[in-house]
């Protein structure tokens, strides 16, 4: 019986490395015409301490439990972030796969965020799906109170959507990083694989993002929106993990300034 390849974690390898230089490592630079971008495999397995042999073999995806000291070897030699290395761990040793099912908002957890008025307040699902907002999350969207509706799709296969951001790209990087995140935690959720066809058939952008293998908690971030009625919002944006709701994240946003918290009690009003 053939084993399974991990082609997930050979591909996060090789975009890892490809966008690490040698400059920005201690490995020793040989004078001679590179022939890929970033790092070799031969100088990652020098700067993790093990074979190429071996390292090629991980990176080709075949099938062996790694020890912790070997992944964290490969990702100090990546200079990964505390982010990807839980992603590559996760690649690496699949076995721990997590359920995946219908999701649902605590009753308790929606009116808290439907009940503030002072900020934009939201649940988003593990999908990017708008599971519960309050009134101004919706009202910058242009969607009716309730309205179902999935913000990856929106922002990338919805024309209107790029008007919406002040930085449309960096809009898109959060949201494909947080996806990649996504797909790593949950490997066997159909929904959210068939989403990420959808925007990889709908959306070059989408395309070219992904395949960069970015993965990203968002958990804080500084955002520019764009209404019709209220002007350019500057918006804080704190998200917070729902520990009993894998994938869950209640997400409030502030103005960063004062004209912006004035056009968000503006837009609470329409």
């Known amino acids: 019986m053939v084993a399974r390849k991990n082609t997930e974690l050979g591909d996060?390898?090789?975009?890892?490395?490809?966008?690490?230089?040698?400059?920005?490592?201690s490995v020793p630079v040989v004078p001679s015409a590179r022939r890929v971008p970033g790092l070799?495999?031969?100088?990652?397995?020098?700067?993790?301490?093990?074979?190429?042999?071996?390292?090629t073999r991980i990176e080709q995806g075949e099938n062996h439990q790694m020890s912790d000291a070997v992944l964290n070897s490969i990702?100090?030699?990546?200079?990964?972030?505390?982010?990807?290395?839980?992603?590559?761990?996760?690649?690496?040793?699949?076995?721990?796969?997590?359920?995946?099912?219908?999701?649902?908002?605590?009753?308790?957890?929606?009116?808290?965020v439907e009940a503030d008025t002072e900020r934009m307040a939201y649940i988003v699902g593990r999908r990017f799906d708008l599971l519960?907002?309050?009134?101004?999350?919706?009202t910058l969207h242009g969607l009716e109170q309730g309205q179902p509706v999935n913000l990856a799709r929106r922002l990338f296969?919805?024309?209107?959507?790029?008007?919406?951001?002040?930085?449309w790209?960096?809009?898109?990087?959060?949201t494909t990083a947080y996806?990649?995140?996504?797909?790593?935690?949950?490997?066997?959720?159909t929904e959210l694989a068939e989403l990420i066809d959808e925007l990889r058939a709908g959306s070059a952008d989408f395309g070219r993002l992904w395949a960069a293998q970015?993965?990203?908690e968002c958990t804080e971030a500084v955002v520019g929106y764009r209404h019709p009625l209220v002007g350019e919002l500057l918006l804080t944006v704190e998200a917070l993990n729902v520990p009993d709701a894998t994938g869950q994240q209640v997400v409030f946003l502030t103005g960063a300034d004062a004209a912006s918290q004035k056009g968000l009690r503006r837009l609470a009003n329409l």
């Open 12 to 25: 996060f390898l090789r975009a890892r490395r490809a966008a690490l230089t040698p400059a920005e490592t």
């Open 40 to 55: 070799r495999r031969e100088e990652v397995a020098l700067l993790a301490g093990m074979s190429v042999k071996y390292y």
């Open 75 to 112: 990702a100090d030699a990546l200079r990964l972030d505390e982010t990807e290395r839980r992603h590559l761990g996760r690649l690496a040793n699949p076995s721990g796969r997590r359920a995946v099912g219908p999701e649902a908002v605590r009753p308790s957890l929606r009116s808290l």
């Open 132 to 138: 519960a907002g309050n009134r101004v999350a919706y």
């Open 157 to 167: 296969l919805d024309p209107a959507a790029r008007a919406t951001h002040t930085d």
């Open 169 to 174: 790209e960096k809009a898109a990087r959060n």
């Open 179 to 189: 996806l990649r995140l996504a797909v790593g935690n949950f490997p066997d959720d």
């Open 214 to 216: 970015t993965v990203d």
